[in-house]
């Protein structure tokens, strides 16, 4: 009997994780999935970490438990470098792996632009980390606030999902605490939310992003379209127009790029983003034994979007299809994405989707639950997926169920809110 083959994975994320599961029912390979941090976290979920407004517990999910579910070995560390001809990778932590096949899912990190002073004023919500530095901040910030009767002074830089709705999870976080609510956050808090682009939500139709920016005018943020940022300083938000706005609570959630790692596939071809070349079967151009999947990769014709359903299904495509057909000597067919539409959900206050059509639903009555249903069911979809539905349904329900959100008084925290 042949040995199995190698197959070795960076990046625990969406795409990664997908990749580990589907191949750990191939008899033919042993996987080793690599990543820096200790734990996996659905992504899409970040902001609401970040706020507070769901508790870390059943939400994230330790490596070390999902190598031991799904039979593939851990290694918490990063890549240091890479010789592909010899296929041999050397990790921070002083360990060297051989492999046969090498899947790439660092995803990305978030895009400054090159703002002066972005990356030294602002805060990012790219990882568990910088979730927990948000959620302590804000907390903070928000105690301070009650003794000085002084607002705080909050500018989110981005109108994309991720802007809007951490803004909508933030006042959540405030509407929902006890001795406080939406008459005391109107006191607390001084909101803007500064876009680039002429309208919030770009990918979405028109009349979800009108919508989009009357809820948040509704909950108290001055909403700043055509906004181009200058200059980010110690205190202050300058835009190309003039204008300077006061800021002790900066937010960059402007945009991603590829993470910084790929530059260390010196052999690959990237492109001006950083993103890594790969053919429509996500291997990349110059070297087929290594694929690239998810946020850190791009096809030039019929490129996919940042998105974690992208990620999953490429995930999946590389782990059930291309990968199985190479291991059998075939040529791997090519990847199709299958578009599934889109959902936004501004905490409890209202929620949209946007079909595959790209016909926009929801806002008000039926559709805005179901698009608040959507949005909350991928996640149990992937975390049923990941930890069982027993696990999920407890976790569902106890988010669904418990006493009340993280108190922003200090006085209370009924969820643990940082992970050990």
């Not at 994230?60 to 039979?71: H, I, P, Q, S, T």
């Not at 979405?204 to 300083?233: C, H, R, Y």
């Not at 996640?379 to 329900?397: E, V």
Request: hydrophobic fraction near 40%; include cysteine; charge should be positive.
């Amino acid at each position: 009997m042949s040995a199995k083959k190698h197959v070795v994975i960076l990046g625990g994320g969406v795409g990664g994780l997908e990749a580990a599961t589907q191949l750990s029912h191939n008899s033919k390979v042993r996987i080793t999935l690599i990543d820096q941090n200790a734990v996996h976290i659905w992504k899409p979920v970040l902001h609401e970490l970040a706020s507070g407004t769901i508790g870390q517990k059943g939400n994230l999910f330790a490596f070390n438990e999902l190598a031991k579910r799904f039979g593939f070995s851990f290694i918490q560390s990063t890549l240091d470098t890479i010789d592909s001809t010899t296929k041999t990778l050397n990790l921070e932590n002083g360990q060297v792996l051989d492999y046969d096949l090498l899947i790439v899912a660092l995803g990305a990190c978030a895009n400054d632009f090159g703002t002066p002073g972005a990356k030294e004023n602002c805060l990012f919500l790219n990882t568990l980390a910088d979730a927990n530095v948000i959620h302590d901040r804000f907390r903070s910030l928000i105690e301070r606030a009650q003794l000085t009767n002084k607002p705080v002074n909050l500018s989110i830089v981005g109108g994309g999902a991720t802007g809007v709705q951490l803004a909508a999870e933030l006042c959540q976080a405030i509407d929902s605490t006890p001795g406080l609510g939406p008459s005391a956050r109107k006191r607390l808090l001084k909101p803007t939310l500064i876009e680039a682009q002429p309208r919030l939500l770009p990918p979405f139709p028109e009349q979800v992003s009108a919508e989009a920016q009357a809820e948040l005018e509704k909950l108290g943020f001055d909403v700043i379209t055509n906004g181009m940022v200058s200059e980010v300083g110690c205190g202050y938000i300058a835009l190309k127009d003039g204008r300077r706005i006061e800021s002790d609570f900066p937010i960059w959630a402007a945009g991603v790029k590829a993470c910084a790692a790929t530059s260390l596939l010196k052999n690959l071809e990237l492109s001006r983003s950083g993103q890594i070349m790969v053919t429509d079967t996500l291997q990349t151009t110059k070297d087929p034994s290594i694929y690239a999947i998810g946020d850190c990769a791009r096809m030039e014709v019929n490129p996919t979007a940042p998105t974690a359903q992208a990620a999953r299904q490429e995930g999946r495509y590389v782990g059930r299809v291309a990968i199985p057909r190479q291991l059998a000597g075939k040529q791997p067919v090519p990847f199709v994405y299958n578009d599934r539409g889109a959902v936004v959900a501004l905490g409890r206050y209202n929620a949209w989707g946007m079909w595959p059509s790209k016909k926009g639903f929801g806002g008000h009555g039926l559709g805005a639950q179901l698009a608040r249903f959507i949005h909350e069911g991928l996640f149990r979809q992937h975390q049923m997926g990941i930890s069982g539905i027993f696990r999920t349904i407890c976790a569902a329900l106890g988010e669904r169920f418990r006493p009340n959100n993280p108190d922003l008084n200090g006085k209370e925290t009924p969820i643990e809110n940082k992970s050990k």
